[in-house]
């Protein structure tokens, strides 16, 4: 009987802790973060718009062009009217 009952006990720990675990993976802000797929833009360092590609006719004559994060360049630019 002893032994049937720390059995059942080891079962519904080990339960537990595989449906606890799974609930914290799942949870994990960092773990959602990862498949968000990211989308790239250009700008230019002065420029007030960002572009889909860095060969949009726009940027022909920019010497510098930096590639970031669509949500920063929305925050203070705005899409290009040829490209986008």
Do not use: D, F
Not at 14 to 31: D, E, K, R
Not at 46 to 56: A, I, L
């Amino acid at each position: 009987m002893a032994k049937r009952l720390i059995k059942t006990s080891v079962v519904v720990i080990m339960t537990l802790v595989l449906v606890l675990g799974q609930a914290v993976v799942l949870s994990n802000p960092q773990h959602v973060e990862a498949k968000k797929k990211v989308t790239w833009v250009y700008v230019v360092p002065k420029g007030k718009v960002y572009h889909k590609t860095p060969h949009c006719r726009t940027l022909s004559r920019s010497k510098t062009i930096y590639k970031i994060k669509l949500s920063e360049a929305k925050k203070t630019r705005r899409a290009c009217k040829v490209c986008y």
